[in-house]
């Protein structure tokens, strides 16, 4: 069984999370408001203080894409593997948000994968079983 939420939810994983999600909804250029109103939604399921982001955004605004990418991946792989997956799901459900997949937004996934050692299958399936278990509770 997958588990979407860890109970231990560290700041590794919180910001490692932070990192990612990032850099896919400003990939493209242009951050919209439904992945405005996705990352408030991110911060709430994963009990992302309100601090902690704030500290993230002075922290990215200086920082170059390839640095905000660096740190992430160190930070997601100081995780566990249920966070790791939990962490690349998310970001495959954002990369949705906003009705189309920018080829940035793939590479960073494909990257994302490939560094944290996660199976892209995991991830879909774990999507889809969140997706269903979100319908089935509306």
Known sequence: MIVMKTTNQNQNYQLGLLHFAHLLVTVDG???NREK?????????EHIPDSVY??????????????VYDRGITLLNACNED???SALVHLYRLSEIDDQIHVKEVRLLLYSLK?????FEDVVLSANLYKAGTHRAA
């Open 115 to 119: 560094a944290t050692h996660v199976e």
């Open 30 to 32: 242009f951050v919209d």
């Open 83 to 85: 966070e790791k997956l």
């Open 54 to 67: 704030s500290d993230f955004t002075k922290t990215v605004a200086h920082k170059t894409e390839r640095d």
């Open 37 to 45: 109103d996705a990352m408030k939604k991110l911060m709430a399921e």
